[in-house]
């Protein structure tokens, strides 16, 4: 179903893609719009229990284009950093494939506490206040990972 590298030799093996995935901060979402048209958007994730998690708002086309279709990708970017005297990008990337629908309960409170922590470590009380309050009108979307590939070329 998805395609092998065809630069072998960039390829980086699985663990060092998944701690790639995981230590990214930011990845840009990538789907099939309703109106046929891709749709890639950026936005903070966290990696927690073998997923991907995000928050968006209650509606939008985040969520409209979910509903059509809820195949999607995710690009994290590492480095990135240009050598023009070699003509050349050294850089270091992954691409995770999978589904992604909104969830609820128990797990979408989970998963919020985890973006929190990941990202607001330091202000987990007042996080914690910013959860429940939020929790009602945002929605936290789930991407479960079917393939995994990370690419790199180091200098």
Known sequence: MFKELRR???????DKALELLKAGEYGVLSMIGTNGYGYGVPLNYVYYNDALYFHCAKEGSK??????????????IGVSKVAPEKFTTEFESVMAFGRAAEIEGEEKEQAFIALTDRFCHAFMEEGMKQIQQMLPRTAIVKMTIEYLSGKARHL
């Not at 969520?63 to 994290?76: D, F, G, M, R």
């Open 8 to 14: 072998k030799d960039r390829k980086m093996d699985d």
């Open 63 to 76: 969520l409209e284009n979910l509903k059509a279709n809820p195949n999607v990708s995710l690009c994290v």
